[in-house]
């Protein structure tokens, strides 16, 4: 079964502190894997896609990176704002398909 | 280049009413899927569907959901007799179709089922 775990559930930190999301994926016969950040009632917004073939990703002060072997993803966001509180969600596409973890929700605190 | 579009964004039906779903995929987009978030779940894959056809339904409840993505216009997800466990929201997303594409995401349509 393709299921996708994030830890941890929620976060809160202080303004300007790096921080680290973790994503694991049972099943690495995965086609990439893409960071989404959701904020509360609105859509997603994509942040970061790591095809199957790459290690990481960066933009900004947010960087992403796939271990397939041992079915691991971690975003690190840099230096974080408070209009970085979100949830973050991590996805991995299989075929067609985007399965999904339950999230992070991430608070920064000014 | 207007992103994915959905409409309603919010949608309020009484339980055994019909809800319809739409969807506008990107321009040049040929593919879309539809996902479900239910209250404090993460999002799951209901149906992916090109131009005509359904390509994998996989994910969609067996009965009263439907899908399609006519030759012209929007894709349509529809939920007949609505019960209080289909609130929840939407989210359609489209993609070229190409091997490893990114799929854009639509703001979603909230569905409240009274």
């Known amino acids: 079964k393709q299921e996708v775990t994030q830890i941890p559930a929620a976060l809160s930190v202080p303004e300007g502190e790096n921080l680290v999301l973790n994503c694991s994926f049972t099943d690495s016969a995965i086609y990439n894997l893409q960071w989404f950040r959701q904020d509360p009632g609105k859509g997603l917004t994509s942040l970061l896609l790591i095809q199957s073939s790459q290690r990481e990703q960066t933009s900004g002060r947010l960087n992403a990176s796939l271990d397939k072997s041992s079915g691991r993803s971690t975003l690190y966001i840099a230096a974080s704002q408070p209009g970085d509180s979100a949830t973050y969600l991590c996805a991995v596409e299989y075929g067609n398909k985007l399965v999904f973890g339950a999230g992070t929700i991430l608070r920064v605190k000014s | 280049n207007a992103g994915v579009m959905q409409n309603p964004r919010h949608l309020v039906r009484r339980r055994g009413q019909e809800a319809r779903l739409r969807c506008s995929p990107m321009k040049g987009h040929s593919h879309v899927y539809w996902y479900r978030q239910l209250p404090e779940e993460g999002l799951k894959f209901m149906v992916y569907?090109?131009?005509?056809?359904?390509?994998?339904e996989s994910g969609m409840p067996k009965e009263r959901f439907s899908a399609e993505f006519p030759k012209e216009g929007p894709s349509i997800l529809r939920i007949q007799q609505v019960v209080r466990g289909d609130s929840a929201a939407y989210f359609c997303?489209?993609?070229?179709?190409?091997?490893?594409?990114?799929?854009?995401f639509g703001p979603g349509t909230r569905l409240t089922v009274l």
């Open positions: 997303a489209s993609s070229q179709g190409l091997a490893s594409d990114t799929q854009y």
């Open positions: 569907l090109q131009k005509e056809n359904i390509i994998d």
